[in-house]
């Protein structure tokens, strides 16, 4: 997997609350270390791009519970 689209699936997209900006930014460093091992230990095929896409939803709803629970 092209290491632009690792940074463009498990980069920091700007949050609607930033009241926990530092949280998100640790969150996306961590998925993207996760991402890269991945991408480097599994090939190509069917079952890496499932992985990548749950590891991304996994990323999303994290960030979406420290959106709603920041006041």
């Known amino acids: ?16 609350n930033q009241f926990k900006e ?4 640790m969150l996306h460093e961590q998925f993207y270390v996760f991402a890269r091992q991945i991408d480097a230990l599994i ?12 590891l991304e939803e996994a990323m999303f709803w994290v960030k979406q519970s420290l959106d709603i629970t920041t006041p």
């Open 1 to 16: 997997m092209e290491t632009s689209e690792l940074i463009n699936r498990f980069s920091e997209h700007k949050s609607k």
């Open 22 to 25: 530092e949280s998100i930014v």
């Open 43 to 54: 090939a190509d095929g069917r079952e890496k791009s499932l992985a990548m896409t749950k």
